[in-house]
């Protein structure tokens, strides 16, 4: 088991910044995918950022290309999400995730999840 805990969610006003940071603990040793994703009310679920561990490749949705930057500190199995020019559209709750115990990483790979911090953007 992986448990995640996030932190960092907030309110800013558009064009400001955020920094998630999420924590995991238990059998890390499996996992090789672990990433972010957001919910606003109404909409479905969408990952927003990942980090395919092995090799510290990243993927980002094309709608926060250029703006969110994903980290991963491996040695303190810790997942960062630093959030730049924030729109209002940004705002939602943000999950991070974790899976990928097959060696796969996309959208679907991921088996456990944090509950979640609201991050809120005001014009």
């Known amino acids: 088991q992986v448990q995640l805990a996030e932190s960092g969610g907030g309110s800013v006003q558009s064009g400001g910044s955020l920094r998630l940071s999420c924590a995991a603990s238990?059998?890390?040793?499996?996992?090789?995918?672990v990433g972010w994703f957001r919910q606003a009310p109404g909409k479905e679920r969408e990952g927003v950022a990942r980090?395919?561990?092995?090799?510290?490749?990243?993927k980002y949705a094309d709608s926060v290309k250029g703006r969110f930057t994903v980290s991963h500190d491996k040695a303190n199995n810790t997942l960062y999400l630093q959030m730049d020019s924030l729109k209002p559209e940004d705002t939602a709750m943000y999950y991070c995730?974790?899976?990928?115990?097959?060696?796969?990483?996309?959208?679907?790979?991921?088996?456990?999840w944090g509950q979640g911090t609201q991050v809120t953007v005001s014009l």
């Open positions: 995730a974790a899976g990928g115990a097959g060696g796969s990483c996309d959208w679907s790979a991921f088996r456990y």
């Open positions: 238990g059998v890390t040793r499996s996992i090789y995918c």
């Open positions: 980090v395919y561990t092995p090799v510290s490749s990243r």
